[in-house]
T-cell receptor, first 114, second 114 residues
């Protein structure tokens, strides 16, 4: 069973517009959430994270929103740039665990068109 | 964040053989992990590489198939033993960052088993 779900395998947006990537989780023990970006032939790159004590975290063009009651988080990229084209992975962790394991979604391929 | 390198970057191996993947970090890190990403799937944690003791394996992964060494705080190896085509995946090592809930990944090793 998938504990972290990214239901959209792909998303295409125009340069300059907003990109919204969504992620849902089922495990109530998850309390720390991360987004990673992955280019082909490279490892995932950490982008932004959010703790469950917050509902929003912003870093430049990237903002992550967390809705705990809905077990849903989203990553907003504004404005989108062609260099943002990559696969984006949502990941979750239960801080009470002893091994700091990350559970990943399957990823969403974002394409930003010039 | 730490600079992480992996060797080899890719390999094509025959069924029944074994491959050892190396992960080198440019600074001492407390926690190192090995993940697998099968085609079209999410990243899945194989094990936590413990310095000076046996690795901690996740459900579905066993030491006989994926022996791991961690001789010091900057280096680890993962061996994929007695390979079958189902082992064709990208194998990634990661390390914990300043925040223990954030992990940083190496570039990955793309393994194809024929």
């Amino acid at each position: 069973d998938q504990q972290v779900k990214q239901n959209s395998p792909s998303l295409s947006v125009q340069e300059g517009r907003i990109s919204i990537l969504n992620c849902d989780y089922t495990n109530s023990m998850f309390d720390y959430f991360l987004w990673y970006k992955k280019y082909p032939a490279e490892g995932p790159t950490f982008l932004i994270s959010i703790s469950s004590i917050k509902d929003k975290n912003e870093d430049g063009r990237f903002t992550v929103f967390l809705n705990k009651s809905a077990k849903h988080l989203s990553l907003h990229i504004v404005p989108s740039q062609p260099g943002d084209s990559a696969v984006y992975f949502c990941a979750a962790s239960a801080s009470g665990g002893s091994n700091y394991k990350l559970t990943f979604g399957k990823g969403t391929l974002l394409t930003v068109n010039p | 964040s730490a600079v992480i390198s992996q060797k080899p970057s890719r390999d094509i191996c025959q069924r029944g053989t074994s491959l050892t993947i190396q992960c080198q970090v440019d600074s001492q890190v407390t926690m190192m992990f090995w993940y697998r990403q099968q085609p079209g799937q999410s990243l899945t944690l194989i094990a936590t590489a413990n310095q000076g003791s046996e690795a901690t394996y996740e459900s579905g992964f066993v030491i006989d198939k994926f022996p791991i060494s961690r001789p010091n705080l900057t280096f680890s190896t993962l061996t994929v033993s007695n390979m079958s085509p189902e082992d064709s995946s990208i194998y990634l090592c990661s390390v914990v960052g300043i925040s223990i809930y954030e992990q940083y990944f190496g570039p990955g090793t793309r393994l194809t088993v024929t």
